[in-house]
C-alpha cells in the first residue's frame, strides 16, 4: 500500500530529477550563426570599412574575437553553406556547385544535400534545442530537402539566390521566388528590400520564445547578395551608396539581436558567430562590396573569393579584444558547437572540421587547426594554402577586368582568364601579386602532388548527393 511518505518521496524524487534537468538544460549555451550573403572581407569597420558604419559588429568584435585568416572552402553560394552547416568540404556531401531552381529545369535530375547528412541543426536536436532557419536556404528547394527536413523545427525564408526570379536582367527561365514558411510558399516575388527586416522580425520572435530552453538560430541573410534591397530606414545612409546602406541595415540587425539577448537575460549563455558565404560579387561595381588588400572576389579562387570576415561573441566565455591570424573556416563550426553542447560526434561520419575552442577561449591562441587547406572551383580543388603558403595550379576563371572597376550595379560580360601555376607568400604579399614559384620548385612540388592525392581521396570518399527528379506536373 502506497503510504504519505512514499507519495513524498517519489514527488521529492521528480522535483529534483526535474531541477536537474531544468539545470542542464540552462548549462547549454544557445547558439547563433549570422551568415550574410556576398559580403566582403573588407565590408565592416572592424575589417576596414570606410564608407559605411558598422558600430553593432565593431562592438561585438570589441567583445569577442575577430579571426583575419578565415576562409569559406568554396567561392559560391550553395557549396558554402553545405560546409557550413555539415562540418565538411563540400565535394565530400556532393554540392560542389551552386544550386538552381528546380521549376527551371523540369524533367532534369537535380542535387540537393543530402537528408542522411548531418547537420548543425541536427546535431543540437539530439540536445532537446529548439531550431530555426531563416533566411536564405539553397541547399534544395523542394519539400524533402527543405531546412524542416535536415533538423530545423522552424523555417522561414527563400530557398535559393534572391536573383533567382523572373526579374533577373540577364537569365531567363527563372520561377517567381518564393517566400516560404515551414514547407508552404506565403508570397511569391516579395519586396527585397523588406527582407532583412522581416528576417530580423521573425528571428527576434524566435529568441523570445524560447529564451528559457537552449536554442540554435541560423540567420542566413540574403543580402548584400544582389539585387540589393533595403528598407527605408537605411536608404541613403551611407557615403558609399545603396550598398552600404543594405550593411548597415544587415549590422541593425546584428544590433536588434544582441539587444534582445541582454534584455532576456541569455547574453553570456549564447554564443554568437558571425560571418559571410563567399567573398564580393565585383562585378555588380558599387552594387558589390570590397575584399581589400586581399585580391579578387567571389567566384575565383584567390583569396578575395574565400578569405572573409568571422566575429565570434560569447560573455564570460571569450576573451574581448581578441584577433587572431589562425586559419579557419566555417566547416569549424559543426564540431565547434557539437562540443560546446556536450554532443559527441558520430567516428563513422568523416568531417573536416575542427574545434576551434583553444582559439576561442584564449587557452592556445597558437593552435593551429589546419596544417593545409584547398580552395575549390567546382568539384577539383585548384589551390592549396600551407603557412602562409598557398599555391595555385593552372585553371580557368571569369573575372572583369582583374576585379576592378564600377558598374553602376548593372550586369557586365566576363573575361574568360587563365591562372597559371603560381606560388604567393600571403605574410609578405596579401594580394597574392608576386609569383614565387620558380624560387621555390621543391614545395610547388610538394604542394602539387598534395592536391592532387587530396582530390583523389574526395572521389574515393565523397558522399552521395540526393538527386531530385522534377515532373511538369
Known sequence: MMTHKHLFSIAL??????????????ALPNVIIINTDDQGYADTGAYGATDFETPHLDKMAEEGIRFTNFYCPANGCSPSRAALLTGCYPIRVGIPFVLGPSKKKSNKKLRALHPDEVTIAEVLKK?????????????????PFLPTNQGFDFYFGIPYSNDMWPKHPTATGYPDLPLMEGTEIIEENPDQDQL?????????????????KPFFLYLAHSMPHVPLGVSDKFRG??????????????????GEILRALKELGIDENTIVFFTSDNGPWLSYGDHAGSALPLREGKGTTWDGGHRV????????????????????????????????AGVPLSE???????????????????????????FYRGAQPVAVRKGNWKLHVPHQYRS?????????????????LETPLALYNLESDIGESKNVAADHPELVQEL????????????????PYAAVVVSDN
Open 448 to 463: 602539387t602532388q598534395s592536391i592532387e592525392a587530396f582530390a583523389k581521396t574526395m572521389e574515393q570518399e565523397a558522399r
Open 237 to 254: 545612409k551611407s557615403k558609399q551608396g545603396m550598398y552600404g546602406d543594405v550593411i548597415m541595415e544587415i549590422d541593425w540587425s546584428t
Open 348 to 374: 563513422e561520419r568523416t568531417i573536416d572540421g575542427e574545434d576551434m575552442w583553444p582559439l576561442l577561449s584564449g587557452e592556445d591562441s597558437d593552435a593551429t587547426l589546419h596544417e593545409i587547406f584547398y
Open 13 to 26: 524524487l521528480s522535483w529534483m530529477l526535474g531541477a536537474l534537468a531544468a539545470t542542464a538544460a540552462a
Open 400 to 416: 572583369l577586368d582583374g576585379g576592378n572597376g564600377g558598374t553602376g550595379g548593372l550586369p557586365v560580360t566576363y573575361k574568360q
Open 196 to 212: 532583412t527586416t522581416r528576417y530580423t522580425e521573425h528571428a527576434l520572435e524566435f529568441i523570445r520564445s524560447n529564451a528559457k
Open 309 to 340: 570576415p568571422c566575429i565570434v561573441r560569447w560573455p564570460g566565455k571569450i576573451p574581448p579584444g581578441q584577433v587572431s591570424d589562425a586559419l579557419v573556416s566555417n566547416f569549424d563550426f559543426l564540431p565547434t558547437v557539437a562540443a560546446r
Open 127 to 143: 540536445k532537446d534545442y529548439a531550431t530555426a532557419c531563416i533566411g536564405k536556404w539553397h541547399l534544395g528547394d523542394t519539400v
